[in-house]
């Protein structure tokens, strides 16, 4: 089965296909990440406007280069929420109009489904179940995974998500937007040390997460320090993101009693996070998985490859009629079939 996938949930439109045989074709992001810049955020009617821009062109660039024309495709999968509702909208809309056209199914995906699911397109694939770390922009949880749509839920931010926080952390310091890998880049070049930044809700006793304190606790020792203490105030920070998450991981591996870890979300693709984490499971004996590093913010590759496991699974198609859900929680999903 050849399945295309659309994702435009935010300020990504990324394209996909996926072949249950051959695996990953080809896929393709646009971002729009310098447009917003400007803004210091998404604008959500401008994320709109350029996915309808670049929706189409992405779709024949995959294509192309997966050696393809439309008529091979047998389903299309689409990003049906959560996310900006007007930026849904664009791709739920071509998804389901090209499904049409073409007479072949459309699938509605969870946008975290793929982020989730998004480890078993890198070799070596993890087996289920595993803990799984889902780090975005607007998530931090800890899950287990049992099985496509068999999630529980297990800890979570009580406020920012570890990507916000990165974000503004780095707007604190001065790093614009989206600051995360700006700010781990700084952090690279400062002492982790020099500064000790609080580890919020490490010994808490369950498998929360809270950041927006750490937030507060850099714009205090910013205004302090000054300009010229920024990269070890970037690596304090980042070291105690990475304690936090590193443990709370261990903690949920431990009341499992599971030892595989898969990391996923656009702060998987941080460098201190993984190798801590590499370390880790190195000195306590767990596997850790992450998706390929391409592949760890938002994608089109993600979605194609959820809805080519979801229909194999044998879950229906969509009847022609489709919507978005905004905000749609991933403890609703159901198993496929
Ligand atoms: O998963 P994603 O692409 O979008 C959401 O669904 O939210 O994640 C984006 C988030 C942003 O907050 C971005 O700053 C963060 O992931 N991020 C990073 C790194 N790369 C992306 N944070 C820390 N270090 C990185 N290397
Ligand atoms: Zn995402």
């Given at each position: 089965?050849?399945?295309?996938?659309?994702?435009?949930?935010?300020?990504?439109?990324?394209?996909?296909?996926?072949?249950?045989?051959?695996?990953?074709?080809?896929?393709?992001?646009?971002?729009?990440?310098?447009?917003?810049?400007?803004?210091?955020?998404?604008?959500?009617e401008?994320?709109?406007?350029?996915?309808?821009?670049?929706?189409?062109?992405?779709?024949?660039?995959?294509?192309?280069?997966?050696?393809?024309?439309?008529?091979?495709?047998?389903?299309?999968?689409?990003?049906?929420?959560?996310?900006?509702?007007?930026?849904?909208?664009?791709?739920a809309?071509?998804?389901n109009a090209?499904?049409?056209?073409?007479?072949?199914?459309?699938?509605?995906?969870?946008?975290?489904?793929?982020?989730l699911?998004?480890?078993l397109?890198?070799?070596?694939?993890?087996?289920?179940?595993?803990?799984?770390?889902?780090?975005?922009?607007?998530?931090?949880?800890?899950?287990?995974?049992d099985?496509?749509g068999?999630?529980?839920?297990?800890g979570e931010?009580?406020?920012?998500?570890?990507?916000?926080?990165?974000?503004?952390?780095?707007?604190?310091?001065g790093?614009?937007?989206?600051?995360?890998?700006?700010?781990?880049?700084?952090?690279d070049?400062?002492?982790?040390?020099?500064?000790?930044?609080?580890?919020?809700?490490?010994?808490?006793?369950?498998?929360?997460?809270?950041?927006?304190?750490?937030?507060t606790?850099?714009?205090?020792?910013?205004?302090?320090?000054?300009?010229?203490?920024?990269?070890?105030i970037?690596?304090?920070?980042?070291v105690?993101?990475?304690?936090?998450?590193?443990?709370?991981?261990?903690?949920?591996?431990?009341?499992?009693?599971?030892?595989?870890?898969?990391?996923?979300?656009?702060?998987?693709?941080?460098?201190?996070?993984?190798?801590?984490?590499?370390?880790?499971?190195?000195q306590?004996?767990?596997?850790?998985?992450?998706?390929?590093l391409?592949?760890?913010?938002?994608?089109?590759?993600m979605?194609?490859?959820?809805?080519?496991?979801?229909?194999?699974?044998?879950?229906?198609?969509?009847?022609?009629?489709?919507?978005?859900?905004?905000?749609?929680?991933?403890?609703?999903?159901?198993?496929p079939?």
């Amino acid at each position: 089965m050849k399945i295309l996938g659309v994702e435009s949930s935010c300020d990504e439109t990324g394209l996909a296909v996926y072949d249950t045989q051959a695996g990953l074709l080809a896929h393709a992001i646009h971002s729009q990440i310098a447009m917003h810049a400007e803004y210091g955020g998404v604008v959500p009617e401008l994320a709109s406007r350029d996915h309808i821009r670049r929706v189409i062109p992405l779709t024949r660039s995959v294509m192309q280069q997966a050696g393809l024309t439309l008529g091979d495709l047998d389903a299309i999968a689409y990003t049906q929420g959560p996310g900006l509702a007007g930026a849904l909208l664009v791709g739920a809309s071509f998804a389901n109009a090209l499904a049409a056209a073409l007479s072949i199914p459309s699938i509605g995906i969870h946008h975290l489904e793929g982020h989730l699911l998004s480890p078993l397109l890198a070799t070596p694939r993890p087996e289920f179940p595993f803990i799984a770390l889902l780090v975005s922009g607007g998530h931090t949880q800890l899950m287990r995974v049992d099985g496509v749509g068999r999630y529980e839920l297990l800890g979570e931010t009580v406020d920012d998500a570890a990507g916000e926080a990165f974000d503004k952390t780095a707007q604190l310091l001065g790093l614009g937007y989206p600051g995360g890998p700006a700010l781990s880049k700084l952090a690279d070049s400062g002492q982790a040390y020099r500064f000790k930044l609080p580890r919020p809700m490490l010994n808490s006793g369950d498998l929360d997460f809270s950041f927006s304190g750490l937030k507060t606790a850099v714009l205090t020792l910013s205004r302090k320090e000054g300009v010229e203490a920024r990269a070890d105030i970037a690596a304090a920070f980042q070291v105690a993101v990475v304690e936090v998450l590193a443990a709370k991981c261990i903690a949920a591996l431990k009341q499992a009693g599971l030892r595989r870890l898969v990391v996923a979300g656009g702060v998987g693709a941080n460098r201190a996070l993984r190798e801590r984490l590499d370390a880790e499971a190195a000195q306590r004996r767990f596997e850790v998985f992450y998706p390929p590093l391409e592949l760890c913010t938002d994608n089109g590759a993600m979605i194609a490859f959820a809805g080519a496991l979801r229909l194999s699974a044998g879950q229906p198609a969509a009847d022609g009629r489709f919507g978005v859900r905004p905000r749609w929680a991933l403890a609703e999903l159901t198993c496929p079939a």
